[in-house]
T-cell receptor
Framework: DAGVTQSPTHLIKTRGQHVTLRCSPI?????VSWYQQVLGQGPQFIFQ???????GRGNFPDRFSARQFPNYSSELNVNALLLGDSALYLC???????????????FGPGTRLTVL | AQSVTQLDSQVPVFEEAPVELRCNYS??????LFWYVQYPNQGLQLLLK??????LVKGINGFEAEFNKSQTSFHLRKPSVHISDTAEYFC??????????FGTGTRLQVFP
């Protein structure tokens, strides 16, 4: 079975631009989470979506937004890019039994975003 | 605040030696614990997890971890490491919410 896939693999943008990152979960998984991993640090939680609804949001500014589509794939959007947004953006999918439960998250390879 | 502490930023070890990577978390009634490994320029791969039941958890690649509720620890161990185990290891905790909280990572460097 295919794992979590993300596109693009690498991306270079300049300050002030907008970026869209994409994620396809493992087949059958209904929940997608996004994490930001700055070089030398552990991943930080940005969003989680379950059945197309936002289930949780981390401590990130409103420049960050996301959505989940009927096929459970997801997009992460970042507006007005800053140098500090340079990071590896990881997507994870899981299949909790219901909205209030947790389950193991499986990660994709990530998208490396560089902001110049 | 909920947090995970990985005290060792780097752990150097010779091949075939045993290793322990330490992880402590802030206390909670209900907690789920995970160890992930990250190879250079790759995403995170799940090594093992503790959800409930036996406190000794066995994972892939010969790794195991022990959940110690009284000490709020979840240390990762391997009796004999290989060169291929060189990677970054992340401990993570979930408090039955919607997110994983990660530690800052431990860089395991295995020397021949």
């Amino acid at each position: 079975d295919a794992g979590v896939t993300q596109s693009p693999t690498h991306l270079i943008k300049t300050r002030g631009q907008h970026v869209t990152l994409r994620c396809s979960p493992i087949s059958g998984h209904k929940s997608v989470s996004w994490y930001q991993q700055v070089l030398g640090q552990g991943p930080q939680f940005i969003f989680q979506y379950y059945e197309k609804e936002e289930r949780g949001r981390g401590n990130f500014p409103d420049r960050f937004s996301a959505r989940q589509f009927p096929n459970y794939s997801s997009e992460l959007n970042v507006n007005a890019l800053l140098l500090g947004d340079s990071a590896l953006y990881l997507c994870a999918s899981s299949t909790p039994p219901d909205r209030t439960s947790t389950d193991t998250q499986y990660f994709g390879p990530g998208t490396r975003l560089t902001v110049l | 605040a909920q947090s995970v502490t990985q005290l060792d930023s780097q752990v150097p070890v010779f091949e075939e030696a045993p290793v322990e990577l330490r992880c402590n978390y802030s206390s909670s009634v209900s907690v789920y614990l995970f160890w992930y490994v990250q190879y250079p320029n790759q995403g995170l791969q799940l090594l093992l997890k503790y959800l409930s039941g036996s406190t000794l958890v066995k994972g892939i690649n010969g790794f195991e971890a022990e959940f110690n509720k009284s000490q709020t620890s979840f240390h990762l161990r391997k009796p004999s490491v290989h060169i291929s185990d060189t990677a970054e290891y992340f401990c993570a905790v979930s408090y039955n919410t919607d997110k994983l909280i990660f530690g800052t990572g431990t860089r395991l460097q295995v020397f021949p």
